[in-house]
């Protein structure tokens, strides 16, 4: 005993003169849910040292702790300087205290914090103006079981906030819950201070009667540091509140609600249909009719409205009923949810008669006025005729329609004087297609011809024709002036003067053989050419032979 009291002598005396681990916290004053940071500083403490946090897990979870090591100037001497961040969310509410820390052979103070509930904070103004704190709310605490609660999160914050912030999900057992669109974002001013607000809204469904507590949901976020500042600490805070959590009292289904009847609580439901085509017309026997019936609810989700049916479970002779897939819609809007079901049918007729299809009535629960409502659409009577009296029905028709058509005046002259029109408008555009074929053959006389010849006299205008045949330009131009010298004394040179479709034929050849042309070279333009002068040098001897028997006439 005597041996531990020195070694604690030797241990207190031995610390530096003025050394002290100092503790301060950003606040004493909490909501349940929020944190604070815990911040202790020395000038004593080895760096690679670090306190003992182990005294704060009873009444604290720690959740960061950081090292920042500082140089401080005190009466122009420089002194090393560790601070420790500690970030805390106490683990109860009330008063609570952090209890003195220690490094080494130095210890802190113990400091005293007041962490209040939410229902404290709500009474409470001066905690409401807190940086960051959240409220919530619900329309009703005393919900029907399988009804629409909404609830309603609003997170306030007269700082600026990081794009990293979250809000835990709700999800809790004996109860539904649906999101009700994205967070919304605006402002408010609360005792002269600008808030910004996130608001999230919930619509609950209790699927079971007793009480039910809402769950509390946690917002987690990052403060911007202000421009004033250390340099050091200018990461931001990371702030986490927790809602109140919120106890349901729900109501089982009233004793008054009709048995057999699906439980509907709303605050407003409608009926509606639609007939293709119209049950009023009369029907024949084999014919089809569609009814469409739309349920509306509003507080009620789509999968909770019951299916609707024309028959309604009863059996009718000759009527039978085949129903389709329904459809189901939830849209949010600013009360809730909406529901929306179609249920179409098609209704057989399957004999001649008359029909009565039952009124359809749907039961549900007005949760605003708290009374049972009743909504329902009258009976439709069906008038069904058979074939055979449809066809008597309407011979006499027929027979006075001939009879008015043989004492009208006879429209022979007309009819007649149509038709001749019709037939001169027929042949008009016969003609002006023969005419236009025609115009087309002129501007372009050997489109579509087969221009090659089956044999041609003389050598050099057969190699021609073979060589435009296959499409081989050299063979062409060579065969082309063997040609032209036994036309002309001048070749080439005095045809293509004469005659210019030549000089362009030959142009796009000389183009192909000397690199000129991009595309391939096709005889078929050549030779066109070629026959053009041998057609015109052939009608200019036939013209001249009248002239040569005139000269030399016979004795």
């Given at each position: 005993m005597i041996r531990l009291l020195l070694w604690l002598c030797i241990l207190i005396f031995s610390a530096p003169a003025g050394a002290a681990l100092e503790a301060s916290v950003d606040r004493t004053r909490l909501i349940e849910g929020e944190t604070l940071e815990l911040t202790l500083e020395t000038e004593a403490?080895?760096?690679?040292?670090?306190?003992?946090?182990?005294?704060?897990?009873?009444?604290?979870?720690?959740?960061?702790?950081?090292?920042?090591?500082?140089?401080?100037?005190?009466?122009?001497?420089?002194?090393?300087?560790?601070?420790?961040?500690?970030?805390?969310?106490?683990?109860?509410?009330?008063?609570?205290?952090?209890?003195?820390?220690?490094?080494?052979?130095?210890?802190?103070?113990?400091?005293?914090?007041?962490?209040?509930?939410?229902?404290?904070?709500?009474?409470?103004?001066?905690?409401?103006?807190?940086?960051?704190?959240?409220?919530?709310?619900?329309?009703?605490?005393?919900?029907?079981?399988?009804?629409?609660?909404?609830?309603?999160?609003?997170?306030?914050?007269?700082?600026?906030?990081?794009?990293?912030?979250?809000?835990?999900?709700?999800?809790?057992?004996?109860?539904?819950?649906?999101?009700?669109?994205?967070?919304?974002?605006?402002?408010?001013?609360?005792?002269?201070?600008?808030?910004?607000?996130?608001?999230?809204?919930?619509?609950?469904?209790?699927?079971?009667?007793?009480?039910?507590?809402?769950?509390?949901?946690?917002?987690?976020?990052?403060?911007?540091?202000?421009?004033?500042?250390?340099?050091?600490?200018?990461?931001?805070?990371?702030?986490?509140?927790?809602?109140?959590?919120?106890?349901?009292?729900?109501?089982?289904?009233?004793?008054?609600?009709?048995?057999?009847?699906?439980?509907?609580?709303?605050?407003?439901?409608?009926?509606?249909?639609?007939?293709?085509?119209?049950?009023?017309?009369?029907?024949?026997?084999?014919?089809?009719?569609t009814r469409t019936l739309t349920v509306t609810a509003e507080g009620l989700n789509a999968s909770q409205l019951p299916e609707l049916s024309s028959l309604a479970g009863t059996t009718i002779t000759g009527l039978r009923e085949y129903t389709d897939q329904p459809e189901l819609e939830n849209a949010v809007v600013d009360d809730g949810i909406r529901g929306l079901r179609l249920d179409s049918a098609a209704l057989l007729v399957q004999q001649a008669g008359a029909f009565q299809i039952p009124a359809l009535r749907l039961y549900w629960w007005d949760t605003e006025s708290d009374s049972l409502q009743e909504t329902q659409l009258d009976p439709i009577a069906l008038n069904v005729m058979s074939s055979q009296s449809f066809i008597a029905a309407s011979e006499p028709v027929a027979i006075e329609a001939s009879e008015e058509l043989l004492a009208s005046p006879r429209l022979w002259p007309w009819q007649l004087a149509t038709a001749l029109l019709g037939l001169a408008l027929l042949l008009s555009l016969g003609l002006l297609w023969r005419t236009r074929n025609a115009l087309q053959r002129l501007n372009n006389p050997f489109q579509d011809e087969e221009i090659f010849d089956e044999e041609i006299q003389g050598n050099p205008l057969t190699d021609l024709q073979s060589a435009c045949r296959t499409n081989q330009p050299a063979e062409a131009r060579k065969a082309l002036e063997s040609w032209a010298r036994q036309q002309d004394s001048e070749g080439l040179i005095g045809l293509t003067h004469l005659h210019p479709e030549l000089a362009e034929a030959l142009d796009e050849l000389n183009a192909c053989l000397f690199g000129q042309a991009e595309h391939h070279w096709r005889g078929k333009p050549l030779w066109r050419a070629v026959r053009m002068v041998v057609q015109s040098r052939k009608r200019q001897s036939e013209a001249l032979e009248p002239a040569l028997e005139s000269l030399y006439p016979k004795v």
């Open positions: 403490a080895n760096r690679f040292n670090r306190p003992e946090l182990a005294p704060l897990e009873e009444h604290f979870e720690i959740q960061n702790s950081r090292q920042l090591s500082l140089v401080s100037q005190l009466d122009g001497k420089t002194q090393p300087v560790t601070r420790w961040v500690i970030t805390l969310l106490p683990r109860r509410t009330g008063y609570v205290i952090i209890p003195p820390l220690s490094i080494d052979n130095l210890s802190s103070e113990p400091i005293s914090l007041q962490v209040l509930t939410a229902s404290e904070a709500a009474r409470d103004n001066t905690a409401q103006m807190a940086p960051v704190f959240i409220d919530a709310e619900v329309d009703t605490e005393t919900p029907y079981v399988q009804a629409q609660v909404l609830l309603t999160l609003r997170v306030y914050h007269s700082v600026s906030l990081y794009d990293d912030s979250t809000l835990t999900g709700l999800d809790f057992p004996d109860a539904r819950v649906e999101s009700l669109g994205p967070p919304r974002n605006y402002e408010r001013l609360i005792n002269g201070i600008r808030h910004g607000v996130i608001e999230v809204r919930y619509a609950i469904f209790p699927q079971r009667s007793g009480e039910l507590e809402v769950p509390s949901q946690l917002f987690t976020a990052t403060t911007m540091p202000s421009r004033s500042a250390d340099s050091a600490l200018s990461r931001g805070r990371l702030v986490q509140v927790r809602s109140p959590g919120i106890n349901l009292q729900v109501r089982p289904i009233p004793a008054d609600y009709p048995p057999g009847a699906p439980w509907l609580p709303a605050t407003n439901i409608s009926l509606a249909q639609s007939w293709q085509p119209d049950p009023g017309l009369d029907l024949l026997a084999g014919e089809s009719l």
